[in-house]
Every structure is written in structure tokens, then in C-alpha cells.
């Protein structure tokens, strides 16, 4: 029989410390794992979207050079402002040479300190040259 000062308790429910302990070091594992992968495709998306913007802007230099015949000089004279998600990451400046020929080159230049910093200068010409073609 059992002594009366003896009682054996059930397991309570619910989770002791070092099973806490064991959860959180397995989600900290995992979040410094899935982070920097997360950050690189936020800035690969970042990227795609100012290379379609320049191809856009591009797209309507040609236009603008069939109808004036010369490269506007601001992205005004086009008419296509920067979608806030590209202004937001970089600089968008337009180099126009009066010629002859006339040329010229877009550029999309990260903002300094920003989350697209050190991923380069995108460019495209009137030529449809893209630099750095690494990263088109």
C-alpha cells in the first residue's frame, strides 16, 4: 500500500523551460537561415522593378525622339514618373548627348545607405545596351 506522504502527481499540461528553451533556439536557428535569403530576394524584386521602369523609359525615349527628333532630358518631358517602389530604392538619371548621333543613357542609382545599396548602377542606352550584364 502507499504511505499517505508519498503522493505521485500526474504531469501537468504544458510546456517545462528547457522545452521552451528548445523551440526558441530552433525558431532562432531558422530565422538567421531564412533572413539573408528573404533580404536577397527583396532585392533581386527591387531590382526587376527599376529594369522595367528603364526599359520603360527607354520604350518612350524612342517614341519622344520620333516625334522631336532629340532624347527628352527629364523623365517629365515623358510623361512617366518613377512608380514610388523604384524612387523609394534609387536615383533615376537621364544623360542625353545632343550628337551627332544623339544618344542617350538611363541610369537607376541605388540611394546611398538604402537596402539596394552595393547592388550596382543599372544603365540601358539607346542602343539597348545594359550594364552591368551581370545583373539583367
Not at 524584386?45 to 528603364?54: C, F, K, S, T, W
Not at 523604384?86 to 538619371?93: C, D, E, G, L, P
Request: glycine content about 6%; cysteine-free.
Amino acid at each position: 500500500m502507499r504511505s499517505q506522504f508519498f503522493s505521485f502527481r500526474s504531469r501537468s499540461p504544458g510546456f517545462t523551460l528547457v522545452e521552451l528553451l528548445i523551440a526558441v533556439a530552433v525558431v532562432g536557428i531558422l530565422s538567421a537561415i531564412a533572413y539573408p535569403a528573404y533580404s536577397k530576394y527583396v532585392v533581386k524584386g527591387n531590382r526587376a522593378a527599376a529594369q522595367a521602369y528603364l526599359l520603360n523609359l527607354a520604350q518612350a525615349e524612342t517614341e519622344y525622339f520620333a516625334d522631336a527628333r532629340s532624347y527628352a532630358t527629364t523623365t517629365a518631358a515623358l510623361n512617366l514618373a518613377p512608380p514610388a517602389n523604384v524612387s523609394a530604392k534609387y536615383t533615376i538619371q537621364v544623360d542625353v548627348t545632343a550628337g551627332p548621333p544623339a544618344t542617350f543613357t538611363l541610369s537607376a542609382i541605388p540611394i546611398v545607405g538604402g537596402q539596394q545599396d552595393g547592388d550596382g548602377t543599372l544603365t540601358i542606352d539607346n542602343s539597348g545596351a545594359r550594364t552591368p550584364a551581370d545583373k539583367w
